[in-house]
């Protein structure tokens, strides 16, 4: 059994783990897996502690695994942590399942004790969980079942920020052959027996009768899991070179041209990358796919983000609490919003008389990038007034063209690139007017609610 300890050094050194110079703190159950990964840890030569949970659902049983697992350190001569745990009480009060609730509390528990550490000369630089290649393969299993994609077919990580599986390699009949010619003790958790949770129902009804007609399928799934880590590794960074060439950087929006979409293969695989960030879930995806063949002003929207089909493009913008983005395009459109409505369209200029109503303005369109943010104005908004070359803030415009403070909370600004192109319903910016040359005219109306 001497390989299996062999094993483990050469697992932790070739997957970087961690190093005998680290302080790691071991999550124990007191079962197969975490004895073993102690009794490993031990012989290896590691500085460790153990912590143990009791979530108090199981009576005696859970007193009896506490229990083991101070005995366990005490024999390993490490320090123990223990804490006691109102599980089905903070289940309720969260609406989780126990084995969710169970498992938030164990791990905000076990960081906790690692922050805490910080302020010592002890700290932790890791936690270990004692993970195995058949929960590997099960993981897998139920990720084929649940449709969760490429990034769940990897399975478990080894490692996963400061979480570190050591014991990730090894079956559990290695790991219980090793324990019983050491002649170790450990608990066994009789809920590990029931099939109503679903990986319990993969551990003893679906693999042994998968194990009938392949009885390596513990160790394929694992080597396929290695394989999609390699795969998923080389996906993600393809992904990203190919994002940062179709990604065009427009002030804090992102626009990716429809047409080169288009052109490539995987085009929903490029938008979830895009997008899953941001909110979009995979489930959304054909729907956005089928955003690039709709009107232009379409969008579909998280509750963050929204993205637009915008002359072309596909152009993803972040949602503001109180703010509408305009897709402004060729021909009619309006958008109703908290204090009215405003309506635009698209006119050509031959030298017609320019509207003198505040309510109404011609922008030259030229001068104007799309899409617009209609928006309430906020304290250090400036312009340049029409007919001004200086620029000035809207709080003294406000001032000195005596608005009320309640007419000031009413008051929205129109932008463009950063730039506000019209106070509306009072004036325009100086660089968007209409001028010798102007052909074409972004014709708005605003209607108030009021």
């Not at 608990?187 to 009885?215: C, G, M, W």
Request: proline residues 3%; hydrophobic residues 40%.
């Amino acid at each position: 059994m001497m390989n299996l300890l062999q094993d483990f050094s050469a697992y932790i050194n070739r997957e970087k783990l961690f190093s005998r110079g680290d302080r790691l703190l071991v999550g124990v159950s007191g079962g197969l897996d975490s004895t073993v990964l102690c009794n490993l840890l031990k012989e290896g030569g590691y500085s460790f502690a153990i912590a143990h949970a009791n979530f108090q659902l199981r009576g005696e049983e859970s007193i009896r695994d506490e229990n083991f697992c101070q005995a366990l350190a005490v024999s390993l001569d490490v320090p123990f942590f223990v804490n006691r745990f109102e599980t089905e009480r903070y289940a309720a009060d969260k609406g989780l399942s126990i084995q969710l609730a169970a498992r938030e509390l164990r791990y905000d528990w076990l960081e906790s004790i690692m922050e805490e550490s910080k302020s010592g000369v002890d700290a932790f630089d890791c936690l270990l969980t004692a993970h195995h290649a058949n929960d590997n393969a099960e993981t897998v299993m139920m990720n084929v079942f649940r449709g969760t994609g490429l990034a769940g077919m990897h399975g478990i990580l080894p490692s996963r920020g400061r979480i570190r599986r050591p014991l990730l390699f090894a079956e559990r009949t290695v790991i219980e052959a090793y324990a019983r010619a050491r002649k170790l003790n450990w608990v066994e958790d009789s809920s590990n027996a029931s099939v109503k949770y679903t990986r319990n129902f993969i551990r003893h009804a679906v693999v042994p009768l998968v194990k009938q007609q392949y009885p390596s399928v513990i160790s394929n799934l694992n080597d396929t899991a290695g394989y999609f880590r390699q795969v998923q590794s080389f996906y993600e960074h393809s992904m990203r070179a190919l994002l940062k060439k179709l990604i065009v950087h427009n002030g804090p929006d992102q626009q990716i041209s429809i047409l080169k979409w288009r052109q490539l293969p995987g085009t929903e695989a490029i938008l979830h990358a895009w997008l899953y960030p941001y909110g979009f879930s995979a489930g959304q995806i054909g729907e956005v796919a089928s955003l690039a063949d709709s009107q232009t002003g379409q969008f579909i929207e998280t509750s963050t983000h929204r993205l637009i089909n915008n002359r072309k493009w596909f152009v993803l913008t972040e949602k503001q609490e109180t703010a509408s983005l305009i897709p402004l395009v060729e021909g009619n459109g309006d958008i109703r919003f908290r204090d009215g409505m405003l309506e635009w369209n698209s006119v050509h200029y031959s030298g017609q008389s320019i509207p003198a109503d505040p309510n109404i303005a011609w922008l030259d369109s030229s001068l104007i990038g799309y899409p617009l943010l209609l928006r309430p104005w906020k304290q250090g908004d400036y312009f340049y007034p029409l007919g001004m070359q200086k620029k000035k803030k809207l709080a003294r415009y406000f001032i000195d063209a005596k608005i009320s403070r309640a007419e000031k909370d009413r008051i929205w600004v129109l932008e463009s690139d950063k730039k506000i192109v019209w106070v509306i319903g009072h004036r325009i910016d100086n660089r968007v007017k209409i001028r010798p040359g102007t052909t074409e005219v972004l014709a708005l109306r605003f209607n108030s609610a009021t």
